[in-house]
C-alpha cells in the first residue's frame, strides 16, 4: 500500500457519492441515501468557502477514504474533523491514523490550538483511532441523527 491524500477535486464526486452510499459506512455515520449530484454541489461549495478543506485518501491512485475539515476561519482556532471515513476492506489497518495524524500536523503547523471532533460512544474502531491520535473525550451526549435514529454520541479534543 502507498497511502497518500490529495485536497478534492471536482471529478471526485462519483467516489463520495459511492463511498457515502455504501450500507456500513452509512449505517456507522447514521447518515441517509444521496444522489450524484449532491456531491457535485459539495464540491463546488467547499472550493468557496474558507472555513472547510476536504482531502481524498488514496491507494496509489485508487481513492480509499476522505477526511473534512471545518472550523478553519473559527476565531477560536479551533478546527473540527467534521468527517473521516474509509471503505470497509481499508479499515483496521492503521490508515484513519495516519491520515488524521496528517491533518492535525497540517493544523499545528497553521497554528490551530486544538481539534475536536463527535463520534458514536458504540463506535470503538472510530475512538481507538481517535486516542492513538491524541483525543479524549470530553462531553457525552443524546442526539437525533439525519437518519432519525436517537444515538449516544461524544465530543472527543486533542489539544496541540
Ligand atoms: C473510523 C475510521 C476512519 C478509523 O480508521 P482505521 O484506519 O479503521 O483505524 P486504525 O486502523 O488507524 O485504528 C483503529 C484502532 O482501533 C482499534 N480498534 C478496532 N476495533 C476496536 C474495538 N472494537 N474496540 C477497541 N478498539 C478497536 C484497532 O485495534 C486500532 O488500534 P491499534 O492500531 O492500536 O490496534 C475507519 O474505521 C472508518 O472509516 N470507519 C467507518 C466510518 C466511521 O465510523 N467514521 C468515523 C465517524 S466519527
Known amino acids: 500500500m502507498n497511502i497518500r491524500m490529495q485536497s478534492v477535486r471536482p471529478e471526485d464526486a462519483e467516489f463520495l457519492y459511492r463511498i457515502m452510499n455504501d450500507q456500513a459506512i452509512r449505517d456507522a455515520l ?3 441515501p444521496t444522489q450524484p449530484g449532491d456531491w457535485v ?3 463546488a461549495a467547499w472550493e468557496d468557502d474558507p472555513d472547510e478543506e476536504v482531502y481524498i485518501i488514496l ?3 485508487t481513492p480509499v477514504g476522505w477526511l473534512g475539515i471545518n472550523g478553519l476561519a473559527s476565531e477560536g482556532k479551533v478546527a473540527y474533523i467534521k468527517m473521516i471515513g474509509l471503505f470497509p476492506q481499508y479499515q483496521n489497518k492503521g490508515i484513519g491514523t495516519w491520515a488524521l495524524r496528517q491533518a492535525l500536523e497540517m493544523l499545528r503547523a497553521r497554528g490551530f490550538a486544538a481539534a475536536a471532533l463527535f463520534t458514536n460512544q458504540r463506535n470503538l474502531r472510530a475512538q481507538g483511532c481517535y486516542r492513538k491520535c491524541g483525543f479524549q473525550i470530553t462531553e457525552k451526549f443524546v442526539e437525533k441523527r439525519a437518519n432519525g435514529k436517537l444515538v449516544a ?3 472527543m479534543e486533542c489539544v496541540f
Open 59 to 61: 491507494d496509489e491512485n
Open 153 to 155: 454520541r461524544c465530543k
Open 30 to 32: 447514521d447518515e441517509t
Open 41 to 43: 454541489d459539495a464540491i
